[in-house]
């Protein structure tokens, strides 16, 4: 299934899916505690080559190609979202922004990075709903590791490329998923209790 999504994110174009891809891959051969480390040590190293190589090639295709030529490294990298941060914080005032509830007349508040879009829109008060949401379902994961590391890839991911929590059906797409991982995990964990109570 991982080899599907990474061809249908080479199809796509789009950038951080190549993150996710590496991070998660990454994160499932170095905690998984059937592999011994030198085969987690040579497939971590060909993951880190095949990343860097596909975003090498996708960076050399316009219209990123031209951006970099220019100078503009970050641009071409996150798709001018940077660039669309400095505009925005320069247009930051008292009267179009509250610390504690975010954005209130500012025309263009979506960037695309996620916490910088939670703070904008919600403020202080929403990052603190956001962190408090993200660590109790934590707490829900914490004995699978694959749900650990779907949550983690996700999370950055959406940091970089924002509309994980944007989009309510991605929202419900990932929590869906996270509590079938733990279900599986809590289901085979009461099968081996129930055989060791035999």
Same mark, same amino acid.
């Given at each position: ?78 798709? $001018? ?5 400095? /505009? %925005? =914080?320069?247009? *930051?005032?008292?009267? &179009?922004?509250? +610390? #504690? ?64 929590? $944007? ?5 419900? /797409? %990932? =929590?869906?998923? *996270?509590?079938?991982? &733990?279900?599986? +995990? #809590? ?12």
């Amino acid at each position: 299934m991982l080899l599907i999504i990474a061809l249908i994110a080479l199809v796509s174009g789009i950038k951080g899916v190549y993150m996710a891809e590496f991070m998660a891959m990454t994160l499932i051969v170095f905690c998984d505690k059937t592999l011994d480390r030198t085969f987690k040590v040579k497939s971590i190293f060909v993951l880190f080559f095949v990343f860097i190589l596909v975003t090498l090639v996708t960076l050399s295709m316009s219209p990123f190609k031209e951006l970099i030529k220019s100078g503009e490294l970050l641009t071409a990298i996150f798709s $001018y979202r940077t660039d669309n941060l400095v /505009l %925005l =914080i320069s247009e *930051l005032t008292k009267e &179009n922004f509250n +610390v #504690l509830i975010g954005a209130t007349r500012l025309l263009k508040i979506r960037l695309e990075l996620q916490l910088v879009d939670i703070v904008l829109f919600f403020g202080v008060i929403g990052l603190m709903v956001y962190t408090y949401f993200v660590f109790n379902l934590y707490k829900i994961i914490r004995k699978n590791y694959l749900a650990i590391i779907l949550l983690v890839t996700a999370l950055t991911t959406s940091f970089f490329t924002g509309n994980l929590f $944007y989009l309510p059906l991605a929202s419900l /797409l %990932l =929590i869906l998923t *996270l509590f079938c991982l &733990n279900e599986k +995990v #809590l289901g085979a964990d009461k099968q081996i209790e129930k055989s060791n109570s035999l």
